[in-house]
């Protein structure tokens, strides 16, 4: 079974581009969240998702940045205008969404620097 | 709100010696308490958790045991190895199921010969 996928690993963006972050969970799990990591700073939560529903976006800043799940292929974290402030580790993690506790396993992140 | 605080790293120790990583927390309710280790270039992995008051959690010679009376989940190894540095997170999940992780900063253990 193959772990949480994410790619790319290594993303380098300039200014006002568009950067697109991708993650493949687990096989068998419906629950997809992305989580920031600043540098020197532990994870930030941005977003939760179901397949094709936003459960809950509390952390996710409320321009530029949108995420999706379709109901077929990976989830999507989309930046769009990239500044040097969204220079970070961008990490995602997947879950069943059941049982009595939530336990999340995290995929390698993908590094995105802006230029 | 919930939120975690743990101690600043960096920690420096000698191989073998014993370790000790304080965390302590603010939920409502009964949040489920993790141990993520993040080594060099990776993503996190889960070290070991506890889901209710004084459950201790144990792996890989990690231990680390619910608190609800001083809300606190402090992380602790008998005898640390060079192979164990990394840096350690300690997180708190809220009640009920598939809710968000809510992170402390992490603190950055090294372990020299």
């Known amino acids: 079974n193959a772990g949480v996928m994410q790619n790319p690993r290594h993303l380098v963006r300039r200014r006002g581009q568009e950067a697109r972050l991708r993650c493949s969970p687990m096989?068998?799990?419906?629950?997809v969240y992305w989580y920031r990591q600043l540098p020197e700073e532990g994870l930030k939560f941005m977003v939760y998702?179901?397949?094709?529903?936003?459960?809950?976006e509390s952390g996710m800043p409320k321009e530029r940045f949108s995420a999706e799940f379709p109901k077929e292929g990976p989830s999507i974290l989309r930046i769009q205008q990239v500044v040097r402030g969204d220079s970070a580790a961008y990490f995602c993690?997947?879950?069943?969404?059941?049982?009595?506790?939530?336990?999340?396993?995290f995929g390698p992140g993908t590094r995105l620097t802006v230029l | 709100g919930n939120s975690v605080t743990q101690m600043e790293g960096p920690v420096t120790l000698s191989e073998e010696a014993f370790l000790t990583i304080n965390c302590t927390y603010t939920?409502?309710?009964?949040?489920?308490l993790f141990w993520y280790v993040q080594y060099p270039g990776e993503g996190l992995q889960l070290l070991l958790k506890?889901?209710?008051?004084?459950d201790k959690g144990s792996n890989k010679g990690f231990e680390a045991t619910y608190r609800k009376e001083t809300t606190s989940f402090h992380l602790e190894k008998g005898s640390v190895q060079v192979s164990d540095s990394a840096v350690y997170f300690c997180?708190?999940?809220?009640?009920?199921?598939?809710?968000?992780?809510?992170f402390g900063t992490g603190t950055r253990l090294q372990v020299t010969l």
């Open positions: 506890a889901t209710k008051a004084d």
């Open positions: 997180a708190l999940s809220g009640s009920g199921t598939a809710s968000k992780l809510t």
């Open positions: 993690a997947s879950s069943t969404g059941t049982g009595t506790y939530n336990e999340q396993f």
């Open positions: 939920a409502t309710g009964y949040p489920s």
């Open positions: 998702l179901q397949k094709e529903n936003i459960i809950d």
């Open positions: 096989k068998g799990h419906s629950h």
